[in-house]
């Protein structure tokens, strides 16, 4: 199990900025690893199915719907956030999103 927390894990670019968990990326040997940021629990890209790296069950995903406005209040988008989980090694997220404004760059 050495190798695997070796894996140099960096934030994956371009994430909207109203996500409350930035994911992040690793690779080795051509497999693809994510976690949320800041979290230990680590999902191992097989195919199309990612599994826990601590106890192989399939990772679920939450959605969560955030209400974001691009400046102005009368604009608010309902934003997804697909928030993944392992459903035996970490509690199930919320789902209530938050209300955000994002400034205008
Ligand atoms: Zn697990």
């Known amino acids: 199990m050495s190798n695997i927390y070796n894996l140099?894990?960096?934030?994956?670019?371009?994430?909207p900025k109203w996500l409350d968990n930035i994911m992040?990326?690793?690779e080795r040997d051509g497999v693809i690893y994510h976690r949320k940021k800041g979290n230990s629990i680590?999902?191992?890209?097989e195919k199309e199915r990612y599994s826990c790296m601590e106890c192989d069950v399939t990772i679920?995903?939450?959605?969560?719907?955030?209400?974001?406005?691009?400046?102005l209040p009368i604009n608010i988008n309902v934003e997804v956030e697909e928030v993944p989980y392992c459903p035996n090694c970490?509690?199930?997220?919320?789902d209530s999103g938050k209300f955000i404004i994002l400034k205008k760059d």
């Open 60 to 71: 679920n995903i939450v959605e969560r719907k955030h209400n974001v406005s691009y400046g």
């Open 24 to 26: 992040e990326i690793a």
């Open 8 to 15: 140099e894990f960096k934030t994956i670019e371009n994430q």
């Open 90 to 94: 970490e509690e199930k997220p919320n």
């Open 42 to 45: 680590i999902y191992i890209k």
